[in-house]
Structures are given as structure tokens and as C-alpha cells.
Nanobody, 123 residues
Framework: QVQLVESGGGLVQAGGSLRLSCAAS????????MAWFRQAPGKEREFVAT????????YYTDSVKGRFTISRDNAKNTVYLEMNSLQPEDTAVYYC????????????????WGQGTQVTVSS
């Protein structure tokens, strides 16, 4: 089992930027697809972005395209989410997840999850 720990969340004004990190331990995630999901209060967890094992393929939900960038450093066993032009609607707890095989937007297919990091965007 892999352990995932997110960091980098915080409070930022609208238009600002944050960089989230997800550090993996227990076993390597270099062969796994990784993803970021988020959950706002009173809402279901939603897909944000995914990246394949090599970092050559990425996919984003429409609402973050052009603003967020997912990347990974397999040597450091870490995945990142660069978030720019943040808006109040981006406020949520952001979760990192890992799965074998290809990445997708379905939370139920991911078998390892972090504890989440809070991102709050003020208007």
C-alpha cells in the first residue's frame, strides 16, 4: 500500500496562485497514474486532473483547463498541482490519489488516497 501526503494548501486571494504537492511513501508510484480531486463543503468529490506514469499524458476537468497544471517527479515520488488564477469556486479540500494502469476521472477506481489539504480562495 502506498501512503500519500498532500501539502501546500492555504488561504489565497482571488487571482492568486498555490502549488500543491503530494509525496508518496511505502512503495514507488512511478508506474501509477496519479490524480487530484477536490471536495467543497456540501458537495461530492470531483475530479480535477490526472497524469500518467511517465508524465506525458495529462487530462483536466474543463473548469481548471488553462489555469491548473499537474506534473510529477518520479525520482522524488511526488506529484504537483500548480494552480493559477484561483477563484472562490476553487475553494475545497484537495486530495491526491493513485491507481494502477491508465488515469481517469472516476474516484472509485483509485485505490490510494491522501488525507487532503485545504485550499481557500477569498474574493
Amino acid at each position: 500500500q502506498v501512503q500519500l501526503v498532500e501539502s501546500g494548501g492555504g488561504l489565497v486571494q482571488a487571482g492568486g496562485s498555490l502549488r500543491l504537492s503530494c509525496a508518496a511513501s511505502g512503495r514507488t508510484v512511478s508506474g501509477a497514474a496519479m490524480a487530484w480531486f477536490r471536495q467543497a463543503p456540501g458537495k461530492e468529490r470531483e475530479f480535477v486532473a490526472t497524469i500518467n506514469w511517465s508524465g506525458s499524458i495529462t487530462y483536466y476537468t474543463d473548469s481548471v483547463k488553462g489555469r491548473f497544471t499537474i506534473s510529477r517527479d518520479n525520482a522524488k515520488n511526488t506529484v504537483y498541482l500548480e494552480m493559477n488564477s484561483l477563484q472562490p469556486e476553487d475553494t475545497a479540500v484537495y486530495y491526491c490519489a493513485a491507481k494502477k494502469g491508465a488515469g481517469n476521472s472516476l474516484a472509485r477506481t483509485y485505490d490510494s488516497w491522501g488525507q487532503g489539504t485545504q485550499v481557500t480562495v477569498s474574493s
